[in-house]
């Protein structure tokens, strides 16, 4: 069972910074593709970012530009490193990873292992 613990969230301003982190219990960064994914309230989840276990990243197009994806197998850690943020980036945001080699499709229902959520709140 793969455990993951995200930290970084919290409330800035709009056009402020923060860099979410996602720590793994083992080392599956290195074969696992890892992903972000957000949800707001009383809307879906959805994807931000994903980079592969060969190191292919693929961004949703309202981060491209923003966001960056990056991670450090040797600390088992993913991050999100999140500039210019806007009010609509607002929700909660979840790590996850796929334990299928060479997949890598930034969608909930490819991920089988989730962390609980940090809160991101940017204000106006």
């Keep these: 069972q793969v455990h993951l613990v995200e930290s970084g969230g919290g409330s800035v301003q709009a056009g402020g910074s923060l860099r979410l982190s996602c720590a793994a219990s083992a080392s599956i960064l ?3 593709s890892m ?17 592969a276990s060969d190191g ?9 530009g923003r966001f960056t994806i990056s991670k450090d197998n040797g600390k088992n850690t993913l991050y999100l490193q999140m500039n210019d943020l806007k009010p609509e980036d ?5 790590c996850a990873a ?8 930034l969608l909930p229902a ?7 959520g940090t809160q991101v709140t940017v204000s106006s």
């Excluded at 607002?90 to 979840?94: F, L, R, S, W």
């Excluded at 490819?110 to 609980?116: L, P, T």
């Design 110 to 116: 490819f991920f089988r292992f989730w962390g609980q």
């Design 98 to 105: 796929d334990p299928i080699m060479f997949r890598a499709v």
């Design 35 to 51: 992903a972000w994914f957000r949800q707001a309230p009383g809307k879906e989840r959805e994807g931000v970012a994903l980079i």
């Design 30 to 32: 290195g074969s696992y």
């Design 56 to 64: 292919r990243l693929e961004y949703a197009d309202y981060v491209k």
């Design 90 to 94: 607002t929700g909660m945001y979840y």
